[in-house]
């Protein structure tokens, strides 16, 4: 975009994004091609020989992947077909002529770390389709519902709140209301530590119960506007005609343990009234190891309501018929796997930006949306929110992240200098979260 900043990238040696490229999106893919391995026989079982074909040529396409970013070759165009294709190979063709005529092709450490993180995940989702009959699976299928499992006391922790909450909710008055939805807010903002990428698809699972810590980890909250939040959507309940909705939309992160935190803030702002229909956005394909697909949704759901556990279960079950009846709405789109900023979604996917422009909040979770919200540019700590966002105000909307890459704004003067004197990992290791809200006030 013309006039800002430029874009973070492997160039800057010793960065997080440098770092990424050079260590961490490596690990994914061994990992990934682990993954493959031990699927082995399940492929075989499955497909026979044709399966135990297709695995290995699976394989040979990631090694292939991983040894291009390895030594730096230049980024090669999608040949498969798929929704997506030309979207992407233009906007390769789009990187390419911003480089000089003697730079050559767009290269991975030379590229915006932004592009070059979504390729990637691209390209094994290419490599998977580029071997039927194996052409659905998921590599990080695994990591996520390991994710899940592993966080079961947290989760019952959580439903039991919830359901407790949901009894009693027509007794709480406004301050009460206000508290219990602050609590909601922050378990969900916590809930975003648990992504899997970070771990390189290790498992970082949930094992404490979150809502007994949430007063020790407020001081680590950089910029909270969760009372925007609050004064929006009461003042939505308070003037809402009979028969009129509120809508909150949800661009949803990790699966597992975040996913869970997330649908229980959904519920409780159904429950409390200040939200009428709750519009949920997921990922079309595997994503960023953790994030949310149609199945993970779906999944979650289903484990939750066959829960043995009475009020995991209860849960899960309020869950379903929220989907049946319409107030909880899952969409899916392919811009949220492609590499834009959200600045340009108005003209690379309009019909996607008429769709949020409905909602009276969203809510974006997760690192990996405020770096396209912000364009995941050099931005000065100081710079407004407004003005990172470059134009995108499709609605009033929020994100909530836990610090993950090198990119912050809206900060006060000397706030940031105060972290990185005492904490030099500060903006990446997922240990800091914002409530950051754009709108009118
Ligand atoms: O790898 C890039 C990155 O943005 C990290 O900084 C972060 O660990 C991860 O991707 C995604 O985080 P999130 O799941 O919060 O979007
Ligand atoms: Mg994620």
């Known amino acids: 975009m013309a006039g800002s900043p430029a874009s973070l990238s492997g160039q800057d040696v010793g960065s997080f994004a440098y770092l990424t490229i050079k260590d961490r999106i490596p690990q994914i893919l061994t990992r990934a091609i682990d993954t493959l391995h031990r699927h082995k026989s399940e492929f075989f079982e499955k497909h026979g020989e044709k399966g135990t074909e297709a695995e290995k040529k699976a394989i040979s396409l990631l090694s292939k992947l991983r040894n291009e970013l390895q030594t730096d070759k230049p980024i090669i165009p999608f040949v498969e077909k798929f929704v997506d294709t030309d979207i992407w190979n233009q906007y390769l063709e789009y990187q390419q002529s911003l480089l000089n005529e003697n730079d050559g092709k767009p290269r991975w450490f030379y590229s915006p770390w932004l592009f070059v993180e979504c390729y990637m995940y691209r390209r094994i989702h290419e490599a998977i389709i580029q071997s039927p009959p194996i052409d659905d699976f998921d590599v990080f299928k695994e990591s996520k519902e390991q994710n899940f499992f592993e966080s079961q006391e947290s989760i019952v922790a959580l439903c039991t709140h919830l359901q407790e909450l949901v009894t009693a909710i027509k007794d709480l008055d406004e301050n009460q209301l ?219 909307l929020c994100s909530i992240r836990t610090l993950k890459a090198e990119i912050q704004v809206g900060l006060q003067p000397g706030q940031a200098e105060q972290y990185m004197a005492s904490e030099p990992n500060w903006l990446t290791s997922g240990k800091y979260g914002i409530f950051q809200f754009d709108g009118p006030l």
């Open 178 to 396: 206000k508290d219990e939805f602050f609590r909601l807010l922050q378990i969900s903002l916590w809930g975003n530590k648990c992504d899997l990428s970070l771990s390189g698809g290790e498992t970082s699972s949930q094992k404490i119960n979150i809502i007994n810590s949430l007063e020790e980890l407020k001081p680590l909250i950089l910029v909270n506007d969760m009372e925007h939040l609050w004064s929006l959507l009461n003042n939505c309940k308070k003037t809402r005609e009979k028969a009129s909705i509120t809508r909150v939309d949800i661009v949803l992160d990790n699966s597992g343990f975040e996913l869970v935190t997330d649908l229980v803030l959904a519920d409780f702002l159904l429950s409390s009234q200040l939200a009428t229909e709750i519009h949920f956005y997921g990922k079309t394909i595997p994503w960023f190891v953790s994030d949310t697909t149609i199945h993970d949704f779906n999944w979650l759901i289903e484990q939750v309501k066959s829960s043995n556990h009475k009020w995991m279960s209860r849960c899960g079950v309020d869950w379903e018929n929220y989907i049946k009846m319409g107030k909880w709405v899952y969409h899916d789109h392919i811009f949220w796997t492609l590499p834009h900023e959200f600045c340009v979604m108005s003209q690379v996917a309009p019909d996607l930006y008429a769709e949020l422009q409905k909602a009276h909040l969203i809510l974006f979770k997760g690192d990996l949306n405020y770096r396209k919200l912000t364009g995941d540019r050099k931005w000065e700590f100081t710079i407004p929110f407004h003005q990172a966002l470059n134009g995108f105000h499709p609605a009033p």
